[in-house]
C-alpha cells in the first residue's frame, strides 16, 4: 500500500498533539516516535534532503514533493 507524506504527517501531528494537551503514556509516546521515525526512514530523499510526495513498499521513494 502506497503511503503519502500529509496523511503521515498528520498522524504524527495528531499523536505529537494528543501528548502536548491530553494525558500522555508511554504507548501514545512511542507510536509518536515510531511515526517520526518512519517519516524520516522512508520519505526523506538523502540526495537532496528534499522529501518524497509517496511513497511505496517497492521502492524507496515514487515521486518528490
Same mark, same amino acid.
Request: cysteine-free; charged content about 20%; glycine content about 8%.
Given at each position: ?5 500529509? &496523511? &503521515? *504527517? ?5 499523536? #505529537?498533539t494528543w501528548c502536548d /494537551? ?6 501514545? /509516546?512511542?507510536? *509518536? $516516535? $515510531?511515526?517520526? @521515525? =518512519?517519516?524520516? *526512514? #522512508? =520519505?526523506?530523499?538523502? @540526495?537532496?534532503?528534499? =522529501? =518524497?510526495?509517496?511513497?511505496?513498499? *517497492?521502492? @524507496? ?5
Open positions: 500500500v502506497d503511503k503519502g507524506l500529509i &496523511q &503521515q *504527517a498528520r498522524h504524527l501531528w495528531m499523536l #505529537s /494537551r491530553r494525558k500522555e503514556t508511554d504507548g501514545l /509516546r512511542v507510536l *509518536a $516516535q $515510531q511515526q517520526y @521515525a =518512519f517519516l524520516r *526512514a #522512508s =520519505f526523506l530523499d538523502p @540526495a537532496d534532503g528534499g =522529501f =518524497f510526495f509517496k511513497v511505496s513498499p *517497492a521502492s @524507496a521513494g515514487m515521486s518528490q514533493l
